[in-house]
């Protein structure tokens, strides 16, 4: 019986996708569900071996490693500044979050506040495991270990199982 180096692979990256779900959760990111929905993974046979890719929304990366103040004002909101839209994409979706959320707040506060502090703002920094960011980083490097542990038990194995496949082929061999 051949060792399934597939299988134990996509049971790596289920046990990464389980840990970033929890880190999500553990930091209150969960409005709609989407990000944790999107988590995934595949895996690549890529020469000499394999690759377990990591998948989800585009915001992961965002919410992890946050947008400064400069950037907010400069691409998603200034508002000192018109540009002659009648609706913006940002607003909108803050309005829509909002919604979801059932908060009583402007989506220009909120955006006045992303474009002053950053995203995160500073409160949610002050209130969040992590200042709010980090999830997705903070995860991978506290699973460093065990993906390494269990990655090395799964070639461990394999070794084990074509070193004693090779043992009784000769034995075979050699007894004939």
């Known amino acids: 019986m051949a060792i399934d180096y597939n299988a134990i692979l996509n049971e790596i990256g289920e046990d990464v996708v389980v840990a970033l779900t929890k ?7 969960r409005a709609t569900g989407s990000l944790i929905g999107s988590l995934n993974t595949r895996l690549q046979v890529i020469p000499n071996g394999f690759e377990i890719q990591g998948l989800m929304n585009r915001y992961g990366f965002i919410l992890d490693q946050g947008v400064r103040s400069s950037v907010v004002k400069a691409r998603m909101y200034n508002p000192h500044v018109r540009t002659g839209r009648k609706h913006s994409d940002y607003i909108q979706a803050l309005a829509d979050w909002i919604k979801l959320k059932g908060l009583n707040v402007s989506p220009f506060a909120i955006a006045a506040a992303h474009a002053r502090e950053g995203i995160p703002t500073k409160r949610r920094q002050a209130t969040t495991r992590n200042k709010g960011k980090g999830w997705l980083s903070l995860t991978l ?3 460093k270990d065990s993906i390494g542990q269990s990655l090395s038990e799964g070639i461990t194995k394999g070794l084990r199982f074509d070193l004693n496949s090779l043992i009784r082929e000769n ?3 050699f007894a004939a």
């Open 171 to 173: 034995q075979k061999k």
């Open 23 to 29: 880190e999500l959760l553990a930091q209150n990111h």
């Open 141 to 143: 490097r506290e699973k």
